[in-house]
């Protein structure tokens, strides 16, 4: 008897392998729109999208994890890693995820974001011997109704296309994107506007990875490489504080972020070791000073965007050497780490004509990063912080306090200060700006378990800039709060509210001269309701409200999401109908949309209007599935440009 | 002379998009025990709330007919006039509903074929097809559209079950005048053998959020009670009903904050 229930509880998560699948866009969702909010880095969303479809397709056997594979799970702290590492090192096993909920710093929502991305299978001796070769291709079409840009050179339409092969250690990739407006195929050799390949090796030994080709890293708290997501995103969630280090192959569609090279990481006892190196031509645009004889960057193109001829005149117009050494070691609960890199420009940035927001920014060809950071963990509390220095002497240094005071109780605690002129080309630090500089405060959030099936969280940002910034024109000061309150009575049932507020100085649209300064502010708040009367159906409804000041407009949502898993065929479909009314661009409303995999949709809701959208999802085998997406909308919006349909579609084949 | 007549009744008709109801202006406006209720019924089966959801035709166990006329404001040029007709098959039924709304310069008229069926204990779901057909004084043409709405509805538990309804989940840019589109989610509970409560939500892009709640009271075996508010205009409703064999008769009170009151009266008969 008690060996069937064992079995049973093995079984349950096998089985709810499809429905687990299905959570991914709520888990994506949850930081995506925040991710929106933030216009300055709004491709993150995109990432982050790409890295959970990724981990779920790859993941983690917990039960055989180290703590070094358990932090592939990158949206849980160093503080969740190391319980669970010792939950199952004490307990032997997991049997259901849903046993996780009762490891020390987890609960049931964040089990629950956890589930599809881990088994619990461990994976036979023979299975880890047997060296078996994997494929995967994807293919993502989609078009636009009517085209945003006529006036491209290319179709208005846009491709994804990804290859990837696992065969024992060996893996490898090629990812092609060709964007709305770019031509088809171009060059010598006809490519892809964007085309990226890796071949990885991994191993158990001294010699941990060895990266040829596009590849992405990061290490510590981000202030001096992490071409990833930048941590510290979301105000409430449990997750996104995690420090650690890696270097991953390159799979993502951002065409300047990332390094084109080789990085290789070391291993020997407590002592880890990486080094990399790499040359890639980036977008930028040049200019002349005066002469022909010296040319230089004005500047840097991050869009990937190549349909107009000064787009087209800036793409990989400049070459960056960049190269890099890192080194760490463990001692008992402490862990010290330090990382050298340089890039090298083979054109000089220059700036012959600074406006005062500009008076920081780098000049020269080449930079250098020094960063040191330490991560001490006795019992309770994490103590984390980090300091990168540029040789003009300025820093960035981050200090973080991760504490657990009970098993329903967790504390953050991080302060910042990025220095204005601090520069790292490859760095996104917790809770830097999107310039990565000229920013300073502090963070606090908790998340309680206030009562059975009662999950509370909330949390403050304070922050100054002291200089200035993109639309302000002087030293200006910004808080963000967030609460959001959880209710799960069953697995069937959810109910979620959440309130924002955000203040920021921005200059006066019309203010003359000197320019004076106001605060904009926005209040959100959001009531979400979400029920499963079958295993089979799922319907969520979302009501949003949003109001700015001084604009003093408002914008109102309601949407009406079903999903129905169809029993007699192996397809899903998801239905969305959503309602909006907002006061203008200021007060608009960003409902993230169930998309293709690897890819997401957070459309900005605004005018008075109405989006639907319909998605059906065939899996005829284990080894191919189809998706196909029709999303419309429309909204009386003032510049009249408020008709508008797409059309996606995605095969994908495994063998 | 009417042309005067029409500037304030035209003034009352657009205004009364965003604010009557609070949903959209091509809401039947059928039914005076859903008016009673402060329209908080894409949960509750009935008569006519199975044409505010059409996922509630299947709980009318026989078949019946019935007519509603609905006067706003005391205003004849504002009146509905409504008739409807259900026959239920096994484990569906299906629906006509006719509707007029108006007067002879200013008219709408609407029918709607629709279709309910039950998918499971706990599931149904409904379809109907609409057919519109609007003439304003001054236009020459008639706008004729064609659209659809649908809905679901989940019985949760023996006592709590919810309602879901889509009207026109169409593009605009399919059709040459635009039709207003909606969502609509509501749930109710039964307290007691006697006491129904409810609360909704809709969101039309004719109108905002629109927040109502309601409740049926059967003080006696064929007499009910009804009460109910709507945030669309602050409007508190109240009603009653009566049953006497098979004629179900109803009476429904609706206040608006600056317009006055809105009356309904509907006779049901059902062929038992």
């Not at chain 1, 974001?113 to 047997?130: C, R, S, Y």
């Not at chain 1, 200021?586 to 989006?611: C, K, M, Q, T």
């Amino acid at each position: 008897m008690k060996r069937g229930i064992i079995i049973l509880i093995v079984l349950l998560p096998v089985n709810a392998v499809y429905p687990q699948e299905e959570r991914i866009p709520d888990i994506i969702m949850e930081i995506a729109e925040q991710l929106s909010e933030d216009e300055t880095d709004a491709d993150a969303a995109g990432d982050f999208a790409i890295r959970l479809y990724e981990l779920a397709e790859k993941p983690v056997r917990i039960n055989t994890a180290d703590e070094s594979e358990l932090s592939r799970l990158f949206f849980l702290t160093d503080f969740q890693i190391k319980a669970l590492a010792d939950y199952i090192r004490k307990t032997g096993r997991i049997y259901s995820v849903y046993e996780i909920a009762a490891v020390p710093g987890f609960n049931t929502p964040l089990s629950a974001m956890v589930a599809p991305f881990v088994t619990l299978e461990e994976g036979t001796q023979e299975e880890k011997k047997k060296i078996r070769l994997r494929n995967d291709i994807l293919m993502n079409f989609s078009v636009k109704f009517p085209p945003t840009d006529t006036s491209a050179p290319g179709g208005s339409w846009k491709m994804l296309t990804k290859y990837r092969f696992s065969a024992g250690p060996f893996s490898g990739s090629v990812t092609s994107e060709k964007d709305a407006g770019e031509k088809f195929l171009q060059g010598k050799i006809p490519v892809t506007d964007f085309l990226s390949a890796n071949l990885v090796w991994e191993g158990k030994g001294f010699v941990r990875k060895v990266i040829a080709g596009d590849f992405g890293a990061r290490y510590g708290m981000g202030t001096g490489i992490n071409t990833g997501l930048r941590t510290g995103l979301s105000l409430t969630q449990p997750g996104y504080l995690s420090g650690g280090d890696d270097i991953r192959p390159y799979t993502s569609t951002d065409e300047n972020i990332f390094f084109r090279g080789a990085a290789v990481q070391l291993r020997s006892g407590k002592t880890g070791m990486t080094m990399f190196w790499s040359r890639n031509l980036i977008d930028a645009t040049l200019d002349t000073a005066g002469t022909q004889a010296y040319v230089y960057i004005s500047t840097f193109q991050r869009s990937g965007l190549h349909t107009t001829s000064s787009s087209l005149a800036a793409r990989d117009a400049v070459a960056e050497t960049s190269y890099g050494l890192s080194l760490s070691t463990d001692i008992r609960s402490l862990r010290l780490s330090l990382l050298w890199t340089q890039n090298r420009f083979s054109v000089p940035v220059m700036n012959d004509d600074p406006a005062p927001r500009e008076l920081y920014d780098f000049t020269g060809s080449v930079n250098t990063t020094f960063t040191a950071g330490y991560k001490y963990m006795p019992g309770r509390v994490l103590l984390y912080g980090e300091l990168s220095v540029n040789p003009t002497g300025r820093k960035a240094f981050v200090q973080g306090l991760s504490f657990k005071p009970s098993d329903r109780l967790s504390m953050n605690l991080v302060y910042r200060h990025y220095d204005p002129g601090y520069i790292s080309f490859h760095g996104k630090g917790l809770f830097s700006s999107s310039s990565g500089d000229n920013s300073e405060g502090i963070f606090g959030n908790f998340i309680l378990e206030a009562a059975k099936h009662l999950f509370l969280s909330a949390g403050v940002d304070v922050k100054v800039n002291p200089w200035l910034k993109y639309r302000c024109s002087a030293p200006s000061y910004g808080i963000s709060r967030e609460v959001r309150l959880r209710y799960l009575p069953s697995e069937k049932v959810s109910f979620e509210a959440v309130y924002s507020y955000r203040q920021t100085m921005l200059d006066q649209p019309e203010s003359t001269g000197i320019k004076k300064q106001c605060q904009s502010e926005a209040t959100s708040l959001r009531g979400s309701f979400r029920y499963m009367p079958l295993e089979k159906l799922t319907l969520t409804t979302r009501i949003d409200h949003k109001s700015v000041s001084p604009a003093g407009s408002a914008g109102i949502s309601m949407l009406q999401d079903i999903s129905w898993r169809i029993g007699a065929i192996p397809a899903t479909v998801w239905f969305r109908h959503c309602i909006f009314r907002t006061g203008d661009w200021d007060s608009r409303i960003y409902a993230y949309e169930n998309d293709l995999v690897h890819s997401f949709s957070i459309p900005a809701l605004w005018g008075n209007g109405s989006r639907s959208c319909v998605m059906i999802s065939v899996r005829p085998s284990g080894h191919a599935d189809f998706r196909i997406k029709f999303a419309f909308g429309e909204s009386s919006v003032p510049d009249g440009s408020g008709s508008s349909s797409e059309l996606k579609v995605q095969a994908r084949i495994r063998f | 002379m009417y042309s005067l007549r029409l500037i304030p009744v035209s003034f009352i008709f657009v205004f009364l998009f965003s604010s009557a109801r609070g949903g959209d202006p091509y809401f039947p406006a059928a039914g005076a025990g859903e008016s009673g209720m402060g329209w908080s019924c894409v949960m509750k089966p009935g008569f006519w709330s199975s044409f505010h959801n059409q996922a509630l035709l299947p709980f009318n166990k026989s078949a019946a007919t019935g007519i509603n006329y609905h006067s706003r404001f005391g205003i004849s040029e504002l009146g509905t006039k409504s008739a409807a007709l259900v026959m239920p098959l096994d484990k569906a039924a299906l629906g006509f509903v006719y509707s007029h709304f108006g007067y002879r310069d200013l008219a709408r008229h609407s029918a709607g074929l629709a279709c309910g069926i039950l998918l499971s204990e706990k599931i149904s779901a409904g379809v109907q097809a609409d057919f519109f057909a609007e003439k304003t004084a001054g236009e020459y043409r008639e706008r004729r559209s064609l659209s659809f709405e649908a809905g679901i509805h989940i019985k949760a538990s023996e006592q709590v079950s919810l309602g879901i309804h889509l009207f026109n989940p169409v593009p605009g840019s399919f059709r040459k005048d635009k039709l207003p589109s909606s969502v609509r989610v509501g749930s109710g509970i039964r307290l007691s053998r006697d006491l129904f409560a409810s609360a909704e939500a809709e969101m039309s892009t004719a109108g905002g959020l629109d927040i109502r709640t309601g409740f049926e009271y059967d003080p006696f075996r064929s007499f009910t009670i009804r009460g109910g508010f709507s945030s669309g205009g602050n409007s508190f409703c109240f009603g009653m009903g009566y049953i006497v064999r098979s004629v179900q008769m109803d009476l429904g009170f609706s206040t608006h904050d600056r317009l006055g009151v809105s009356t309904a009266v509907s006779v049901i008969f059902a062929f038992k």
